[in-house]
Every structure is written in structure tokens, then in C-alpha cells.
């Protein structure tokens, strides 16, 4: 009588159990699919920031903020899986390369994202009296990021001693972003660029381009697999960028007079491809 009871606990026991073990599984498989959607909408955002006029982005991610962190999700989640950061490399040279130690800088993190650079000498004791961030995006994700579209800055002319380009030539009209970096640095001043090896054909070009606005280059790290992080300084007063000289200084850097390239941004995209994802 009892082992018959106690049978029938036991296959009460281990119909329980099945069911859980079948829910478990139901749940691990909504999870992976819930992961793999957030990073299909990453690789989707991500896209469509490169392959935009940044007006469009920004007026898209001002009706849809929670993109914007979807996003960035997504990003980190990316730059998780690289041997290094360029955030990380960046605060690094601001810290320990003879350029910028022990100076008082004013620094325009464009396109900042998380807003990390900030964060980080915010909280340094002693940097923070030397080291100002200024940081931008066009959705604040933090309290103390400034929410607008760097390629119209709202910074006056000559006010920076660092511009910073962090993975952030994103909108077709990055050449414009470039323009504004240079106009709100000091003369002098420092442009920091990390960009993604891959966007780039020929790096001479993109050296070429900014050494062409009226700087000179200081480093070209090219050892990180996935990045290059580039340092220059401005030489010139003016921009040699600005005006009707745009798009034949363009074609002298590419050394050819393509017919196709007829717009600011095809030149633009001559010299960095978009970023896109290979379709799954
Ligand atoms: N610099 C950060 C984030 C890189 S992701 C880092 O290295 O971790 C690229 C960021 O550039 C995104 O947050 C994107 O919104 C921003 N960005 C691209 N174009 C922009 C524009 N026109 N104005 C403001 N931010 C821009």
C-alpha cells in the first residue's frame, strides 16, 4: 500500500520535473530569441545612423529614445568582444602622453555615447581640476550630456584644446562633423580620431583629408585589429575645407575625377565606406 503511494509521488515528482524542464527550455529559447531581435535592432540603428543625413537621425531618435538605448546596448555588448576599447585607449593618451599631461584642457567628446571619457575624469580627484569634458550625442543618455547634432555645434569658435571622434563619423555628412571639429579647436588644439579599420580602402586618404583642412599628424596607431586611432593638431588658422574648395580638395586626395562622385556625400563615402553588417 505505501510503495504504492510512494510510486505514485514519484511520478507526480517527475511530471513536475518535466514540466519545469519544459518551461526552462521555453523560457532559455524566448531569451535567445529576445537577444537575437535586440541584435538584429541594433545592427538595423546601426545602419541607418551610417547610411543618414544626421538631421534625419536626430529626428528620428528625438520620436524614438528608447531606440537610442537599445542601441547602445547593442554597442557595448560589440565593443565587449574587441581586445580594446577606444574609449579606453583615448582616456589613456589623455593621460599619459606628454602632449596633454598636467595641462588645463577644455575637451569636446562628439559623439560621446555612453559619455564614459567624462565620467571618468569627472571622477578623478585630481584630473578633474585640469581636465574639462564637454560631451555631446544626439540623445542624452546621462544627465550631463549636451543633446544635439554634432555636425551644427554649439560651441563658439576656437574654444577646445581636444576634439574627440570616437567610432562617432556615423551620418553621410561626417565631412561636416570634421568641419566643426576643426572650427572649435584653438589653434594648436588636438583632434583624437579612433575609426573602424575596415571603413577604410586606403588610410592614407583619411590622412590625407584632415592634413588637408589645415592639421598635421601627430600618431597613426594602426595595431589594434579592429581600430585606428589617430592624433592631429591644428596647424591653420582657417579651414581649408570651408567653401567652394571642398569638393576639388577632395578629388586631389582621392587623385581621381570619378563622374559617379558628384555630391558631398558620395566623396565623403569615398573616403569611409558605412559601416554595415553583412546580412545574415
Ligand atoms: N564615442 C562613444 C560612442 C560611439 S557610438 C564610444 O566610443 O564608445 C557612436 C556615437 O556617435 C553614437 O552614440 C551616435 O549617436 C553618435 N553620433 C553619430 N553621429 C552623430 C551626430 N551627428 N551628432 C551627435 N552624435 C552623433
Redesign the pocket.
Known amino acids: 500500500m505505501f510503495g504504492k503511494v510512494k510510486r505514485n509521488k514519484d511520478v507526480i515528482q517527475q511530471n513536475i520535473s518535466k514540466k519545469n524542464k519544459k518551461e526552462l527550455k521555453a523560457q532559455k529559447k524566448w531569451e535567445q530569441d529576445e537577444e537575437r531581435i535586440k541584435g538584429s535592432k541594433f545592427r538595423l540603428l546601426n545602419e541607418y545612423?551610417y547610411t543618414v543625413n544626421?538631421v534625419d537621425?536626430?529626428k528620428h531618435?528625438k520620436q524614438h529614445p528608447e531606440e537610442?538605448k537599445i542601441?547602445?546596448t547593442g554597442?557595448?555588448q560589440q565593443?565587449e568582444k574587441w581586445p580594446e576599447?577606444?574609449?579606453g585607449n583615448?582616456i589613456k593618451l589623455l593621460k599619459e602622453s606628454e602632449q596633454f599631461q598636467n595641462k588645463k584642457l577644455v575637451v569636446a567628446?562628439?559623439?560621446?555615447?555612453?559619455g564614459?571619457?567624462q565620467e571618468h575624469f569627472d571622477k578623478d580627484k585630481r584630473l578633474c581640476k585640469l581636465i574639462t569634458v564637454k560631451s555631446?550625442?544626439?540623445?542624452a543618455i546621462k544627465p550631463y550630456i549636451i543633446e544635439?547634432?554634432?555636425?551644427n555645434l554649439p560651441m563658439d569658435d576656437c574654444s577646445c584644446d581636444v576634439a574627440?571622434?570616437?567610432?562617432?563619423?556615423?551620418?553621410v555628412?561626417?565631412l561636416d562633423?570634421l568641419g566643426e571639429a576643426f572650427r572649435v579647436l584653438k589653434k594648436n588644439g588636438h583632434l583624437i580620431i579612433?575609426e573602424v579599420k575596415s571603413r577604410m580602402n586606403n588610410i592614407d586618404n583619411f590622412v590625407n583629408l584632415i592634413t588637408g583642412m589645415g592639421m598635421k599628424i601627430l600618431k597613426r596607431d594602426e595595431h589594434n585589429s579592429h581600430f585606428v586611432l589617430f592624433v592631429f593638431q591644428k596647424i591653420m588658422d582657417i579651414c581649408q575645407f570651408n567653401g567652394p574648395l571642398n569638393q576639388k580638395r577632395v578629388y586631389q586626395i582621392l587623385g581621381q575625377k570619378d563622374p559617379n562622385l558628384k555630391d558631398w556625400q558620395s566623396l565623403g563615402q569615398q573616403i569611409l565606406q558605412p559601416c554595415v553588417y553583412k546580412k545574415r
Not at 567628446?109 to 555612453?114: E, H, I, P, T, V
Not at 555631446?136 to 540623445?139: N, P, Y
Not at 574627440?164 to 551620418?171: Q, Y
Open positions: 545612423m544626421s537621425a536626430l531618435f537610442f542601441y547602445h554597442y557595448a565593443i576599447s577606444p574609449v583615448i567628446d562628439l559623439g560621446c555615447g555612453q564614459e571619457i555631446f550625442d544626439l540623445v544635439t547634432d554634432i555636425s574627440i571622434f570616437s567610432l562617432s563619423l556615423m551620418g555628412n561626417y562633423y579612433a
